[in-house]
């Protein structure tokens, strides 16, 4: 995990060797970090868009049921939008944006604080 959020996938590779990835189907907050990293190896080295983008919208949902532990709720909907419009989804990019930029009065503070500087 720790090397792909260092931007080392070819490392990373080498470590998992033929290992696949974890299963991201039914993930928990207590998973998310790892499901969160394996978006990103997904998005950024492997180019599968689509699978991303589904496992930052999990990430997203069990960031949101949380009432607590929301670290990774605005940082998986961003990453959500980016695999919506590497794929070439820009109608979802486009409205994830714009729940980012206008969030609901609901929002967490680290959204407002991210907005506003």
Request: net charge negative; charged share 20%; hydrophobic share 40%.
């Amino acid at each position: 995990m720790d090397l792909v959020n260092l931007d080392h996938c070819a490392i990373a590779e080498e470590v998992m060797g033929s290992q696949k990835l974890p299963n991201c189907e039914s993930i928990t907050y207590h998973g998310a970090e790892l499901a969160f990293a394996c978006g990103v190896y997904l998005l950024n080295h492997k180019s599968e868009f689509a699978e991303a983008g589904r496992i930052f919208g999990q990430v997203w949902e069990a960031a949101r049921a949380s009432a607590t532990d929301r670290d990774l709720l605005w940082p998986a909907r961003f990453h959500q939008a980016l695999a919506s419009r590497y794929r070439g989804d820009w109608e979802a990019a486009g409205l994830i944006a714009e729940e980012i930029s206008n969030p609901p009065p609901a929002c967490p503070s680290s959204l407002t604080s991210i907005n506003s500087g």
